[in-house]
Nanobody
Framework: VQLQASGGGLVQAGGSLRLSCAAS????????MGWFRQAPGKEREFVAA????????YYSDSVKGRFTISRDNAKNTVYLEVNSLKPEDTAVYYC?????????????????WGKGTQVTVSS
């Protein structure tokens, strides 16, 4: 599985963006998908994950209520709607895929990573 994230940019605090992650391959619907982020000088952290069918979603406490993860299996794409952005949301956002949702939730042994997309929130 190859992943390509896009949709990042520079926004003011309180603004919104829609991040997309397009996946190659015919087995996209067999993978749980997730978003992670890494701010300068910090470790990469879990943001959100979604199960195979899209019916199960998971969020970190720091983004719950502001970010929404979704997927379109027909388009092999996972999305992250990021709203009410704060300067502390500034980071490179990465998408990831694994056959096991628990791998995404634990952050260990994840099968596939995409290149990141930069999100910068100005105050």
């Amino acid at each position: 599985v190859q992943l390509q994230a896009s949709g990042g940019g520079l926004v003011q605090a309180g603004g919104s963006l829609r991040l997309s992650c397009a996946a190659s391959g015919r087995t996209f619907s067999s993978y749980a998908m997730g978003w992670f982020r890494q701010a300068p000088g910090k470790e990469r952290e879990f943001v959100a994950a979604i199960g195979w069918t899209g019916s199960s979603t998971y969020y970190s406490d720091s983004v719950k209520g502001r970010f929404t993860i979704s997927r379109d299996n027909a388009k092999n794409t996972v999305y992250l709607e990021v709203n009410s952005l704060k300067p502390e949301d500034t980071a490179v956002y990465y998408c990831a895929a694994d056959r096991a949702t628990k791998a995404l939730l634990s952050g260990g042994g994840i099968g596939y990573w995409g290149k990141g997309t930069q999100v910068t929130v100005s105050s």
